[in-house]
């Protein structure tokens, strides 16, 4: 029997956020068949830490002190543990930690995984001038492989992670008492939006749809969730349209929950890798109206379980908004988003991350 491999997951913060959840949920589902893991982040949750824990995953976060210095205490323990791999998930300490491992003595495997079509310049700079010393990059969308933030990789693999359908059917079933919390009439048609308060997000273009589609559906109920630099910008913007059909949640702890009890998921984005909420949708039998862009017509096909419209245009996001609205069509989009649960299951993609481990442990 070969020895257990030790693997090292490295991501920046791991609190709400899509590369976060992907990294938790497959570390939940993953078999550990021979395989220890160890998560290392500047910081998470107290949940995160017990949900992990019972999983019997350790996880070793750096809280003190500026960044730069808390980063360079990240890649001291890693080389203390001496991992047999090492998996990067953010591009910052990617870059630093493909450096100082290769200055030891015990160099672990190293493969990356690119969650975005984007970074800011210097970050994406260091992290393709490093790129090369990763033994495998996973892109989790065919866009993401395309982007240039994967360009330079030795070997690229592209891998959609998904989520945990069964928890997400569970959800579904709890529809009623979720949407009492949240004082959801059974009546309305709940459409939720769930996504950092960022500028790609673009939240002033979901709110002009918004508008179009409360004014001619009464059924409808926006429920806005998420968190970020332009929280209160947006929650000025809903509460100026003075629609009770519109409602800002801020941040969701648990947003799959909303997603789950919800009649549609929207997105209007600028760009996307591939959006967890959308997996999270479909696991659900949630349909999705999104704007084309990033991975999300890899999953989400015009007219089967959702609807897809160009970047910037409000009207044609409510129009394919008022269109899911209609029982027939959403009938049948939600069987479409029920029949595509399998392309978003993250036991498959687990599964197939510790065959990867032990590929490149032994190569």
């Known amino acids: 029997m070969r020895d257990m491999t ?3 997951e ?6 709400v956020g899509g590369a976060e959840t992907l990294l938790v949920e497959r570390l939940l589902a993953a078999p550990q068949k021979n395989i220890r893991y160890t998560v290392m982040c500047l910081w998470t949750t107290d949940e995160t830490v017990r949900r ?4 019997g995953i350790d996880v070793v976060q750096f809280t003190s002190g500026p ?5 360079l205490s990240m890649a001291t323990a890693v ?3 001496r991992p ?3 998996h990067l998930h953010s591009p910052l300490p990617a870059a630093l930690l493909r450096v100082t491992t290769r200055l030891t003595r015990h160099r672990p495997a190293l493969i990356s995984t690119v969650h975005n079509v984007r970074y800011r310049l210097p970050t994406m700079l260091v992290d393709r001038a490093t790129g090369w010393l990763d033994a495998h990059t996973v892109a989790v969308s065919a866009q993401v492989a395309r982007a240039v933030v994967s360009r330079g990789a030795r070997r690229l693999t592209t891998r959609i992670h998904g989520v945990s359908v069964t928890e997400q059917r569970r959800r579904a079933e709890e529809t009623a008492r979720i949407r009492q919390e949240w004082n959801v009439p059974a009546t309305a048609f709940l459409i939720a939006h769930v996504a950092n308060f960022r500028p790609q997000k673009q939240h002033d273009l979901l709110l002009q749809a918004a508008a179009q589609v409360v004014r001619r559906d009464s059924r409808a109920v926006f429920a806005l969730a998420g968190q970020g630099p332009l929280e209160q910008q947006i929650a000025r913007g809903v509460a100026e349209l003075g629609s009770d059909q519109v409602r800002f949640l801020g941040c969701v702890p648990d947003a799959a929950r909303l ?3 919800s009649d549609l998921l929207v997105l209007s984005s600028a760009y996307e890798g591939l959006p967890v909420v959308v997996m999270e949708a479909l696991a659900a039998g949630v349909p999705v109206v999104s704007t084309k862009v990033g991975g999300v017509p890899e999953l989400v096909e015009d007219g089967k379980n959702g609807y897809l419209t160009g970047p910037g245009d409000p009207d044609a996001l409510a129009g394919a908004i008022l269109r899911a609205m209609r029982p027939d069509v959403h009938a049948r989009l939600c069987q479409g988003a029920r029949d595509s649960a399998d392309l978003v299951d993250i036991g498959r993609t687990a599964e197939w991350f510790e065959g990867l481990y032990d590929e490149v442990r032994t190569s």
């Open 52 to 55: 992990l824990g019972a999983a």
């Open 6 to 8: 030790h693997v090292c």
């Open 79 to 81: 080389r203390r543990l």
């Open 67 to 71: 960044r730069p210095f808390r980063l």
């Open 259 to 261: 997603i789950a009890a």
């Open 10 to 15: 490295v991501i920046k913060v791991l609190h």
């Open 84 to 86: 047999d791999v090492v």
